[in-house]
């Protein structure tokens, strides 16, 4: 039996049993090192790639609980395993505390060592590969926070990586709850400027007094009130990314100025007349189309072509219905994590349900149903009564009726004709007679027909 077949450390102050252990393991194709004492053990383990560390507890200089920490503190992710000889348990669970994988006690046979620490192996085996999987899947199925496997989703995936790299005007667009602001984000954190400031901006949520002293800072004395300088958004995202988010809602007035500043590439502070470059990328984000905003007349087609090198559509919810079941055990993922509430997943009817409803809220609704389900869910699973009633009636009122099938009337006529001729046979147990009598037709048009249309053997 191998176990792991790699380098394994043994500190042990007992010789024999040293030497017993280490032609155990080395018989069982480990390559091992032994030393007598915890300093001795530390200096190989500081030179060499130990995946094990064997260690006593008591040993002189420095004893194995020491070694222990010193080692997890060099490579966290050593396996050590503790030996400990009878009434040291208290200190065999301390030892558990610190990191240590397992603990065996003294005295013990060479079998029991094996077994023990084949155990151990499979289990960091399975660790590792665990880790492993659930990074191909994040990596299949998201960027960065974004998740989602949908074509769509993986098109918006593509798109951000291309227009990350330069600094091209981004803009957003999509309904409430579809992700622009996480969209936004990434593009600034896959960015080279990634390393500057990422400052959002509310374009909805200030008047337009306080935009501009908001997004290009004001001088002392400025106005009554500004007893001192501050600068605004733009300085402060100087080399990086500023995210104007809900830009539609800019009023006429100021849309004048921003595109003043994108054009110029200066600012000037409120109270001052001497321009401050900036170098700033911008990423915008509207809910309602800006195209049919600048046919109302409230958005000015230049700032448009500003704002708008690129555009990105996040499609809503109900468009991308795949990503559904993914997001939401995304989401009940990271519920479980912060509540510790062991809740398994989703029963099938809940999945339907899902499935079923239109989602006006998208991600945000359906991040806001799953975390208020698992809040509620008594059981393993969350169920159909878990969830608000809007969305568990969604199943039962499917609103996606299946489309209606076009075919030849050749072919209507066809698949009417066999239905009613299995109907037939079926109504008078097979007997051809009595069917063909039904059908108003002869026994031959009855046996040609069936033939036709593969009925005969039925
Ligand atoms: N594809 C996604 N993967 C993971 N989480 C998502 C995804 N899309 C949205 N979310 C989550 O949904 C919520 C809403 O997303 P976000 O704030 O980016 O939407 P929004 O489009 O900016 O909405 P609004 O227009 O209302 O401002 C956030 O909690 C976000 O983390
Ligand atoms: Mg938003």
Redesign the pocket.
Known sequence: MKICGHRLLIAEDEPILRITIADALRKEGWEVDVAEDGVKALAMFEQNLHELVLSDLLMPHMDGLELLRRVKALRPDTTVVIITAHGTIETAVEAMQLGATDFITKPFSMMQLLLRLNNVCSFKLLEQQNVRLQEQLERRF?FG????KSKR?LEVFELIKMVADSDASVLVQ??????????ASAIHFNSPRRTHPYIRVSCASLPETLLESELFGFEKGAFTGASERRIGRFEAASGGTLFL?EIGELPLSFQVKLLRVLQERQIERLGSHRPVNVDVRIVS?S?RPLDEEISDGTFREDLFFRINTVTIH?PPLRERRE?IPI?AQ?FLEEFRKERSKPIEGFSDEVLRAFDAYHWPG???EL?NVVERAALFCKRARIERDDLPANVRSAAETPHRPAPPTVTTLQEAVEQATAEAIRNALAATEGRRGDAAQLLGISRKTLWEKSKQYGLAEE
């Open positions: 998201s926070k974004i998740i989602g989703m999509g309904e409430s709850g579809t992700g622009k602001e996480l969209v988010d984000a809910l996040l990503d997001l995304a998208n991600v945000r991040r």
